[in-house]
């Protein structure tokens, strides 16, 4: 694996992005050697945005290698400071008037997103028994986010007046069940 990854160094670009990169968009998580780089940056205790910055460096050496397009250097910038932040890096959200509040917005879900750390997936016997209940009751989702997601769209396509009939007869289904 080594020598093709040295063979690779000596070959034009063009050659290994169609040759040897099957698949675009391979870079979804940092690179462990990044995350690493970032953890020095902070036991030695530099700045957030410090840290940050190899993550944007990681970004700029996957366009060069023309794993994705961003299509400026900004977008190459944002894309790793969201890594960064998701990765566990404090870097604040950008102030008010600087961004739009949508970047805002997902720039404070990112930081979240990194403080809670890597989420525990349920266990084999838990999924099957969710997927076993939405398939008897013929649902078209395929987890409880999307189910919720179908309900709350089906709800905006209702009238408010049989939003709130609805609502009642769901809470008179509720309480039978209760008594049973």
């Keep these: 694996m080594l020598s093709i990854i ?3 160094a000596r070959l034009p670009p063009a050659f290994y992005i169609q040759e040897w990169i099957p698949r675009r ?17 902070e036991r030695e205790g ?10 944007v460096r990681e970004e700029m050496e996957h ?18 400071l969201s890594k960064a932040r998701r990765a566990g890096v404090k870097l604040p959200p950008p102030k008010r008037g600087k961004t739009s509040a949508r970047t805002r917005k997902q720039a404070k879900r990112d930081l979240a997103k ?4 890597a ?8 999924s099957r028994a969710t997927k076993g209940a939405l398939k008897r009751e ?4 395929a987890s409880r986010k999307a189910l919720s997601r179908q309900a709350r769209s089906a709800a ?5 007046r049989s939003r709130s009939a609805t609502a009642k007869k769901a809470a008179r289904t509720r309480k039978r069940r209760k008594r049973r």
């Design 25 to 41: 968009n391979v870079c979804v998580m940092p690179e462990d050697e990044t995350i690493e780089r970032a953890h020095e940056d």
């Design 6 to 8: 040295g063979n690779l």
């Design 63 to 80: 366009i060069r290698e023309g794993e994705h397009g961003a299509r400026s250097p900004q977008q190459a910038i944002a894309i790793g």
């Design 156 to 160: 905006r396509r209702r009238s408010a």
């Design 119 to 126: 989420r525990k997936k349920p266990s084999r016997t838990r």
């Design 138 to 141: 013929r649902r078209s989702a």
């Design 114 to 117: 990194g403080r809670r750390g």
């Design 46 to 55: 530099l700045s957030p945005s410090t840290q940050a910055g190899e993550f």
